[in-house]
Structures are given as structure tokens and as C-alpha cells.
């Protein structure tokens, strides 16, 4: 318990610490932008600093959801599962990178399973790229699998960066870009276990 208060107050007092730094470099801009903020972006900021810390500096680690397969599942059923839960959502198949098929074609060699598999709402792509070009290098979301030496793994982008620490989205592309955030969630979250 000790340790849990002590690390408690070390976090608020970088977090303190930060946020006197900011506003003493960036004055008047850093609180405009802020004022622009969701609500709860602080929050969130910490939650991926956290998972930054707990990942040891690698930022994919932060910026990323994780699921552990079920032991038993294979490659197919968690496919089917990612396919079966984006129709669900309509979110459209827009491709599936093989990349381990790829590197076996070429070396001959079995490869452990690496394979991207992409998702799209064209309609709400392009109004999230109308409020946010930057937004669009994101674009379009992603899913992978990848076995590891203890299992296979999904993983997808932690899309609550977008819906929770941005700008505020103007209604009705912030309720579309929570239904692109569940879709995603619920993607790997189901395959994860086997819920088809």
C-alpha cells in the first residue's frame, strides 16, 4: 500500500511538474489548446504514459490495444471471428497483408503467423479527414495477428487516443468515430476469446 500511495504522489507531482513546465513555455497557446480538448484527455494522457512506462519507452506499446488468443483457437476461427464482428459494425474489409505467407513464398521457410487485416467506413473516413488531414495517415484500421513463442496476439491502435484526447469532434462524426472505436474494440476483444 505504501508503494502504491508513493507511486500515486510521485505521479501527481510529475504530472504537476509537467503541466507548470507547459504552461510556463507555452503560456496562453498551451491553455487555448487545452480548452479544446474532450473531456478527459488528461486522464487518458496518463493512462498511455502509464502503459509507455510499463512497456519500457517502446511507444507502440502505449499506443496500442493488446489481446492474448485463447489457447486452441486457430488462425481461421480467429479470422472468421475479426470478419463476422466488422460486418457486424459495418466496417468494411478493405484488405488482409499475409506477411508471413509472403516471407515463406520467398524463403521457403515456415514463418510465424504475421497478418494485417484492414477496415474502412469510407463515409466517416473522409469526415474525419475533412476535420483532420493528419488524421488520414491513420487510415484505414488495422488489426493484426501475430504468433508469438507463448501464442498468438491481436492487436489493433488504441483508438481511444482519437475519440478521448483530440480536439472535440462536432456531433455527428464524434458518435461515428465512438461506433469506429467499439467496432475495433469489440474486433480483437471477441476473436481474443473465441466469441463468434
Given amino acids: 500500500m505504501m508503494l502504491t500511495r508513493s507511486t500515486g504522489w510521485r505521479r501527481v507531482a510529475l504530472g504537476v511538474g509537467a503541466l507548470a513546465t507547459t504552461l510556463t513555455l507555452g503560456g496562453c497557446g498551451t491553455l487555448a489548446t487545452i480548452g479544446k480538448l474532450e473531456d478527459g484527455a488528461g486522464a487518458e494522457a496518463m493512462r498511455m504514459w502509464d502503459r509507455w512506462i510499463e512497456g519500457e519507452g517502446d511507444i507502440a506499446v502505449a499506443t496500442t490495444w493488446e489481446r492474448k488468443v485463447k489457447p486452441g483457437l486457430t488462425v481461421a476461427e480467429v479470422e472468421q471471428i475479426i470478419k463476422m464482428v466488422a ?69 489493433t491502435l488504441n483508438m481511444d487516443m482519437m475519440v478521448k484526447m483530440g480536439r472535440k469532434l462536432p456531433s455527428p462524426l464524434k458518435e461515428e468515430a465512438w461506433s469506429v472505436r467499439e467496432a475495433m474494440y469489440q474486433i480483437i476483444d471477441r476473436a481474443a476469446k473465441g466469441e463468434f
Fill in 87 to 155: 460486418t457486424e459494425h459495418n466496417i468494411r474489409d478493405v484488405g488482409t497483408l499475409p506477411l508471413s505467407k509472403e516471407l515463406e513464398a520467398r524463403s521457403g521457410k515456415k514463418e510465424p503467423v504475421l497478418t494485417i487485416y484492414q477496415f474502412c467506413s469510407p463515409t466517416i473516413a473522409r469526415r474525419m479527414a475533412d476535420f483532420s488531414p493528419a488524421m488520414s495517415a491513420y487510415m484505414p484500421c488495422r488489426v493484426s495477428l501475430v504468433e508469438r513463442p507463448d501464442g498468438l496476439y491481436l492487436y
